[in-house]
């Protein structure tokens, strides 16, 4: 006997088959996450090459408070210290 397509129902999914599927897609995920850690390691390391690390960089100074700063700020009632340097 010949049996239309529509006849045929697929096999239920099971368990072990959605659990293999999980694992699959782990994988290819994890491929993923080693490529990107790779690049990331990659371009820190050009970076503490290339010198342009924060480390050894000199702290910017604060910038000195001109005259008419400093009245500016009294007059809105900023009594707060002095940012002179």
């Keep these: 006997m010949v049996e ?3 006849d045929v129902e697929p096999a239920p999914i099971t368990l072990v088959d959605r659990a293999e599927a999980a694992a699959r897609k782990l994988e290819e995920q994890n491929k993923i996450m080693e490529q990107h850690i790779a690049k990331m390691a990659e371009l820190q390391t050009r970076q503490l090459l290339g010198g342009k690390s924060e480390a050894g960089s000199a702290p910017q100074q604060p910038k000195e408070e001109t005259p008419q700063e400093y009245r500016r700020r009294v007059e809105r009632g900023d009594y707060g210290t002095s ?3």
């Design 4 to 6: 239309n397509k529509s």
């Design 83 to 85: 940012r002179k340097v």
